[in-house]
């Protein structure tokens, strides 16, 4: 058993996982899955992209991947599925991993495909513009943004949003990554930023592996095991 456990590590030490994250957080949110993951062997880096325009994400991103040991499995978050569906076309990138994302094709931003919610959709408290960017209510961001966190987690989460530009919402993509490469999609079916019939229509689009699992928008710091397990597979299956 311990050889087989070595051998596993041994395998995961020549994967990289680049983790890239969304709008009104920092990279901080991936700490969970970050320590499992280097726990399991993989290389993982954290973008800190600064979402303030789609092309400066995109070169925050590129750079990493570019630092990173051997290919890379490239996983975004809400609108960082904008940024990796932009950077993935690196040919370092085996692969993409959607966590409750954005997934656009080309032209597309996150203001398109948030144009025209559904009827009855819940609609995120986003406040007015300030400046160019964009908060959220800090009253309701536990509720819409992370109700399974828990409580004193999710209120430093309100109170330490990231400004997020209002240029980088309309960031458009230019070819679409997931065309060309695998792409794995987790819905978290009680999100309430991305609604998760728009989470599965896009996975769908893409041809993606779907995973569903219970939880809210910020899934990925609530439940790190699970989003540790859906991109620990697209690694191995990948690379």
């Known amino acids: 058993m311990n050889t087989q456990n070595s ?39 954290v973008v800190q992209n600064p979402t303030k325009t789609l092309p400066e994400d995109v070169a925050y991103t590129v750079a990493a991947i570019d630092s990173a040991g051997g290919e890379v499995i490239l996983v975004g978050h809400s609108y960082g599925g904008v940024v990796i569906t932009e950077a993935g076309t690196h040919p ?28 009855g959709a819940p609609v995120p408290p986003i406040l007015p513009p300030q400046n160019g960017f964009l908060f959220l209510d800090r009253a309701k961001f ?36 997931w065309k060309t490469k695998p792409s794995f ?30 939880g809210s928008h910020a899934i990925y710091v609530s439940k790190p095991d699970k989003i540790a397990e859906v991109i620990r597979r697209a690694a191995d299956a990948l690379i």
């Open 142 to 177: 536990a509720a819409s943004f992370a109700a399974d966190v828990e409580a004193d987690a999710a209120s430093l989460m309100a109170d330490s949003q990231v400004p997020w530009g209002v240029e980088a919402l309309a960031g458009a993509v230019t070819e679409p990554a």
């Open 92 to 119: 370092k990138v085996s692969g993409l991993v959607y966590i409750n994302a954005f997934a656009p094709d080309k032209g597309e931003s996150v203001s398109s495909l948030i144009a025209n919610p559904a009827p």
């Open 185 to 214: 999609y987790l819905v978290a079916t009680e999100d309430k930023m991305i609604p998760p019939p728009a989470q599965q229509a896009m996975a769908g689009r893409a041809k993606a592996q779907v995973t569903e699992v219970p």
């Open 7 to 45: 051998n596993q590590q041994n395998k995961a030490k020549s994967k990289s996982i680049v983790l890239v994250h969304g709008g009104f957080v920092d990279g901080s949110g991936w700490a969970g899955v970050h320590k499992i993951l280097k726990n399991k062997g993989y290389n993982v880096l």
